[in-house]
């Protein structure tokens, strides 16, 4: 590792230590890592026991966890052990890390067994509610191989990129979030238009909109069940969109990424606030396929999310925060307390568009106005 990269890795680990988690002396973190995300999760550890912290590193073997999907014990792998639910309970803090790194194989696993692998999930955010525990999960454990490979990027530059991102001070992310969630907050009627042939009308629910800086928010009426434990690197505004209204058409220019599935060059067109086609560069065949399986309101707008992040610039798997990127969403909007309750959930991003709220510019070519 080099002396650079190594110095940026414990920048970013001490940031989000002291200003997404805000590590306290004598408090307690739990980690959980993947083998290709050992190096940065080392380096976190070394920066939560540098601010006081305690630490309990759980990493979970690549090779070990397949070896159980392939001797069809996936139903074992989504209930977790006793003295990791103890840990649970008892810790502060939490950091997660996405895995496994084998994103090729993972694109070949049927959902149901990837489904039944994570089962544990549901349990984790109820237990963690319960406790108060604040945590973050690290974009990093994205940055694989395999997806770098698909995406013709240098995976170690990748990575400096998410952690570049992760420098951004979230205090700086609530700052620029204020005035786009004024407007949002006071207005009906959102107006998104690109160069690129995007034009389309929606209408806001009325709901607060939420603001997702980086920083955990464990017990907040005002936020989700799952937001105690905040994505990392932050920055995004949230709103839930009136189902009933949309009209005109939105081109992606920036990927979407969902789990480990992932589209690209999206196009959705709606006519009297229904989704009425779609088409994709790439993707649109899990796209269609989740489409067709999705229940009621799977044709109707759900959320539209602001960046607020300036140092995700067309960072992948940080599209949704790149600041003055808009992404609509398609489908369920519950967790913003919305009426979309579609099992179906999916998006476009767009940078450097023109947002007006009401007529009044919030976005001006992707910047705030």
Avoid at 81 to 101: R, T
Avoid at 114 to 122: L, Q, S
């Amino acid at each position: 590792m080099s002396d650079d990269r190594s110095k940026l890795q414990h920048e970013a680990a001490r940031q989000i230590v002291t200003k997404y988690l805000k590590v306290r002396s004598g408090e307690s973190a739990v980690l959980e890592s993947w083998d290709h995300t050992m190096p940065f999760a080392a380096v976190m550890v070394d920066e939560i026991r540098r601010a006081g912290g305690r630490t309990l590193h759980i990493q979970e073997d690549e090779r070990a966890w397949w070896a159980a999907i392939d001797r069809k014990q996936s139903r074992l792998l989504g209930k977790a052990s006793a003295p990791e639910w103890a840990a649970l309970n008892a810790a502060n803090l939490y950091v997660h890390f996405w895995g496994p790194g084998d994103t090729d194989r993972i694109d070949e696993l049927p959902e149901k067994t990837f489904d039944e692998a994570i089962a544990w999930f549901p349990g984790w955010y109820e237990a963690a509610r319960k406790s108060g525990l604040r945590g973050g999960r690290v974009a990093i454990g994205f940055a694989t191989e395999g997806r770098a490979r698909q995406w013709g990027l240098d995976r170690a530059e990748w990575e400096d990129r998410i952690l570049r991102a992760c420098l951004t001070d979230p205090a700086e992310n609530a700052r620029r979030g204020a005035r786009v969630m004024r407007a949002l907050a006071a207005g009906r009627k959102v107006r998104i238009r690109h160069s690129n042939g995007t034009d389309l009308e929606v209408a806001l629910a009325g709901k607060p909109p939420r603001l997702q800086d980086g920083t955990p928010h464990p017990r907040d009426k005002r936020y989700g069940p799952s937001d105690m434990l905040s994505q990392i690197p932050g920055g995004r505004v949230d709103v839930a969109l009136d189902s009933k209204t949309a009209e005109g058409r939105i081109h992606a220019n920036r990927r979407t990424n969902i789990w480990w599935y992932w589209s690209d060059g999206g196009t959705l067109e709606f006519a009297e606030g229904k989704l009425t086609s779609y088409s994709f560069e790439h993707g649109g065949e899990e796209f269609a396929r989740r489409y067709r399986t999705g229940t009621a309101g799977r044709d109707r707008t759900g959320t539209l999310m602001i960046g607020l992040n300036p140092a995700a610039a067309d960072v992948p798997n940080l599209e949704t925060i790149e600041l003055g990127c808009t992404t609509l969403v398609v489908g369920r909007n519950g967790h913003l307390f919305g009426n979309n309750r579609s099992s179906f959930m999916n998006w476009v991003s767009l940078a450097g568009a023109d947002v007006e709220v009401d007529g009044t510019p919030v976005l001006r070519g992707g910047r705030l106005a």
